[in-house]
């Protein structure tokens, strides 16, 4: 059960599954669904201010170099430039919802980049990053516990 429960916890610190492959995992062996929920919603969360300082670290050390800097530097500047008037109209709601549509790469961490691309305030963001985050944790428990309840009736059904 330990096992189990560790797993959960890295799995939805993994950028590859997140929270959407943590809560089904840890449902489908056994573990308390509100337990679930509630690991796996706040180790993704935790994720959220460790990739910004990451990506400002690998930024901030890669704008030594000449082509980087040439490059991406002025590639963020200008995906900045273009974005904000589109930051202005959709904001934090936009990133929000962004995180907690529960599909393939649209989690903590791509949320968190488009923040960190987008030049958006890191206190608004990770507010609207954790609220994205709880949302696709409700979205993607209900759906697992409604998946684990419909083979269950099926199987009984199949059985008598």
């Known amino acids: 059960?330990?096992?189990?429960?560790?797993?959960?916890?890295?799995?939805?610190?993994?950028p590859v599954s997140e929270l959407r492959g943590a809560i089904p995992y840890g449902i489908i062996y056994g573990l308390n669904p509100v337990l679930v929920f509630i690991t796996a919603v706040v180790s993704?969360?935790?994720?959220?201010?460790?990739?910004?300082?990451?990506?400002?670290?690998?930024?901030n050390h890669l704008m030594r170099i000449k082509i980087y800097e040439g490059m991406f530097g002025r590639f963020i500047e200008r995906v900045r430039r273009k974005a904000h008037p589109r930051i202005l109209k959709y904001g934090y709601l936009g990133l929000t919802l962004f995180v907690a549509v529960p599909l393939p790469v649209?989690?903590?961490?791509?949320?968190?980049?488009?923040?960190?691309?987008?030049?958006m305030e890191r206190k608004k963001a990770f507010?609207?990053?954790?609220l994205g985050v709880v949302m696709a944790g409700?979205?993607?428990?209900?759906?697992v516990l409604s998946g684990v309840e419909a083979s269950t009736f099926i199987g009984d059904r199949l059985t008598n």
């Open 1 to 14: 059960m330990a096992l189990e429960f560790i797993t959960t916890i890295l799995l939805s610190m993994l």
């Open 127 to 130: 507010l609207a990053l954790s």
């Open 106 to 119: 649209t989690g903590a961490y791509t949320g968190t980049l488009a923040a960190w691309l987008f030049g």
């Open 44 to 59: 993704n969360i935790l994720v959220i201010p460790i990739i910004f300082v990451f990506l400002n670290y690998i930024h």
């Open 138 to 143: 409700i979205i993607v428990t209900a759906a």
